[in-house]
């Protein structure tokens, strides 16, 4: 490769990052005011990086890239929808895992002591930056309309948003039940103590925390309308946010342990494609060959 390769983001992620590392990439820069009145001609990324919203910003960018990485299919699909472009100019790559395994008896030990529940209870997690908007309401109906109660539920979040969150509580009647964490370092850790993971999401955007938990042995339930629903099977689909069958599957696996158990292997063996090496062999493959 003669000339470096350019490469533009409106994310940043730890893939993009190591790929600046190569010698033959560069990071693309923009347009400075003076360069537009001097009439010179616009120039774009060889590869554009998208996340979010398509912003004007973001539709010039792919129409004029080389290639252009999505993070989902249903973020692909709508690229292709809304820009002016072929097929075949927008690739796949989901968001990867950098997280170091732990085992859930050894986290158990560590957190039970700090929140206070019995090792031997099911864990069941939410986890968000943005509570509301990811269905922590109908995480609660959720938990409010089960029978069983050989369960402790983890909500875990940012402080101000958890504080506004319990004056919500109060209605649901689960003071005994529920466990609010408050801007917790180690994350990974409350991923690794979990036994089911809910998100009734009203996000469009693909959740990394679902691939998380997954890699964490997890049950997965995750809404229909988030990009993540393509990583799980129909079983951990949920219709809306406020699926009405998620307490008989929610049930079902607290009360039948080796239901629970088998869908927890095999989230953690179809999590291992979205390890980092595997990921970003895939990115640079796509990169390097432009």
Do not use: W
């Not at 002016?84 to 100019?89: A, F, L, Q, S, V």
């Not at 109908?138 to 309309?145: G, H, N, Q, V």
Request: charged share 25%; aromatic share 12%; proline share 1%.
């Amino acid at each position: 490769m003669n000339k470096k390769l350019s490469i533009y983001y409106k994310l940043n992620n730890v893939l993009i990052e190591e790929l600046l590392k190569d010698e033959n990439i560069s990071l693309y820069k923009k347009q400075s005011i003076f360069q537009k009145f001097t009439f010179k001609a616009k120039t774009f990324p060889a590869v554009y990086f998208h996340n979010g919203t398509l912003d004007e910003e973001s539709i010039e960018m792919i129409e004029n890239a080389k290639k252009t990485i999505a993070n989902s299919y249903t973020m692909k699909q709508e690229i292709i929808k809304t820009c002016n472009i072929t097929n075949d100019k927008v690739e796949v790559i989901y968001p990867t895992i950098t997280s170091t395994y732990l085992k859930q008896k050894d986290s158990k030990e560590i957190l039970s002591q700090e929140f206070n529940f019995e090792k031997n209870d099911k864990i069941i997690l939410f986890h968000s930056k943005n509570l509301l908007k990811n269905g922590v309401l109908e995480f609660l109906d959720i938990l409010a309309s089960l029978s069983n109660d050989n369960y402790k539920a983890i909500i875990a979040g940012n402080k101000n948003q958890i504080y506004s969150l319990k004056f919500k509580f109060t209605k649901y009647n689960l003071d005994d039940k529920v466990i609010f964490i408050e801007d917790y370092r180690n994350i990974d850790l409350l991923y690794s103590v979990a036994d089911i993971f809910i998100l009734p999401t009203y996000v469009k955007a693909f959740s990394s925390n679902v691939l998380r938990a997954m890699f964490f042995k997890t049950a997965v339930f995750v809404s229909a309308n988030s990009a993540s629903k393509e990583v799980i099977d129909i079983f951990s689909t949920m219709d809306s946010p406020t699926d009405r069958s998620m307490q008989f599957k929610v049930e079902a696996l607290l009360s039948n342990k080796d239901e629970l158990k088998n869908i927890k292997k095999s989230n953690k063996e179809s999590s291992s494609e979205f390890l980092f090496d595997i990921q970003f062999q895939r990115l640079k493959e796509i990169v390097l060959n432009i």
